[in-house]
């Protein structure tokens, strides 16, 4: 429900509202805006009868919110959100690129490809840590030692950093070195993990998982706000379809519907989503063209050798001459690339 005050509302009139509605059972997310203050009041609404509150003053009405998600919402909240990682904003008027190896590897491997992704004009670093592999028997990452490799690189190239947490033991440990953390699409519905992570207060970068729909996306974004953190952004990162000439299929229609349905930001992975170095391209400018909020690229300076994802990770120089290519297609759409 939306409780919409009127424009002259006062401070202490949207608190006594708050007030009331917390006495009646209800969490209450209060969104300033410009003109008028609306109260996004989550709960059940037969605890709520018509007078309780719109006989309040500065009440102007009640909306119910009509989608199962509330607080990621549009109808709650209208303009973007802007997530801020380590001082770069994601979402609003700018596109924004993430880039880095699929997993930390060593500090020699780490750093040159921080430093190459930097200068062909990426804002944020990724590199995993934890990696949650299909086999056992692959690398699984450097855990800590990793993640304070990418602190180290972070410092020193001048770049935040993304990185995933597979496990809710290990999400105080990764909130401490990162800028923000990555929820992975095979850990999309994992509850408890999307409450501990979103109790840090930091960014969460929520992967959309394999097979789930645009909904249940956005039910787990869900989450992450009721936990009071409303730092999310979605990345779309390709989804099991019959089609095997790719790793998955980039769903870019829900880019769309994503940005008309919530006022977070939403990014795309065209790396994970095709499996093949040589869709990314095409499909990273398809992304903004679509709307994209931004980009998540693995960038790895020798991919042969890459222990986890080299088909798909870029070539520094090759990645260059993308970031190159993005620019226009950005300005095309009324956007920059920042
Ligand atoms: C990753 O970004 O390294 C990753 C494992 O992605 P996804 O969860 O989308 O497969
Ligand atoms: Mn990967």
């Not at 997310?29 to 609306?38: A, D, L, W």
């Not at 207060?201 to 992450?224: C, D, F, H, Q």
């Not at 990314?280 to 909020?293: E, M, T």
Request: one cysteine or more.
């Amino acid at each position: 429900m939306i409780i919409v005050m009127k424009e002259k509302a006062t401070r202490e009139q949207i608190d006594a509202v708050c007030k009331r509605l917390v006495e009646l059972g209800f969490k209450t997310h209060p969104i300033f805006g410009q003109e008028k203050t609306v109260i996004g009041a989550i709960g059940d609404k037969k605890a709520l009868s018509s007078e309780a509150i719109i006989n309040l003053q500065g009440v102007e009405k009640i909306v119910p919110i009509m989608k199962p998600y509330k607080l990621v919402s549009k109808e709650l909240k209208d303009t973007p959100t802007i997530v801020r990682v380590g001082g770069v904003p994601v979402g609003g008027h700018g596109v924004v690129v993430m880039a880095g190896p699929c997993a930390v590897e060593n500090e020699e491997q780490l750093l040159i490809a921080a430093k190459a992704v930097k200068a062909a004009g990426a804002k944020i670093l990724r590199g995993g840590a934890f990696k949650p592999r299909t086999s056992p028997y692959s690398f699984q990452g450097l855990e800590e030692e990793g993640l304070k490799l990418l602190a180290r690189v972070r410092d020193e190239v001048g770049l935040p950093f993304v990185t995933e947490v597979v496990d809710t033991r290990e999400v105080s440990t990764v909130a401490d070195y990162a800028d923000a953390i990555q929820i992975g699409a095979r850990n999309m519905q994992n509850f408890c993990l999307l409450k501990e992570a979103g109790a840090t207060g930091k960014p969460i970068l929520l992967k959309r998982g394999l097979s789930a729909t645009v909904e249940e996306w956005l039910m787990a974004a869900e989450y992450i706000l009721d936990s009071g953190n409303s730092n999310v952004i979605l990345c779309e990162r390709g989804i099991r379809t019959f089609e095997t000439a790719s790793r998955f299929t980039l769903d870019l229609s829900a880019v769309a519907i994503v940005r008309e349905n919530t006022h977070l930001p939403v990014i795309v992975d065209p790396s994970h989503a095709t499996g093949n170095w040589r869709l990314v391209s095409p499909l990273a400018k398809a992304a903004i063209a679509a709307g994209a909020d931004g980009l998540i690229i693995e960038v790895h300076p020798d991919p042969v050798r890459a222990l986890c994802d080299g088909p798909q990770s870029l070539h520094p120089e090759t990645f260059e001459y993308l970031m190159t290519d993005l620019d226009p297609v950005a300005t095309a759409v009324g956007r920059t690339l920042t």
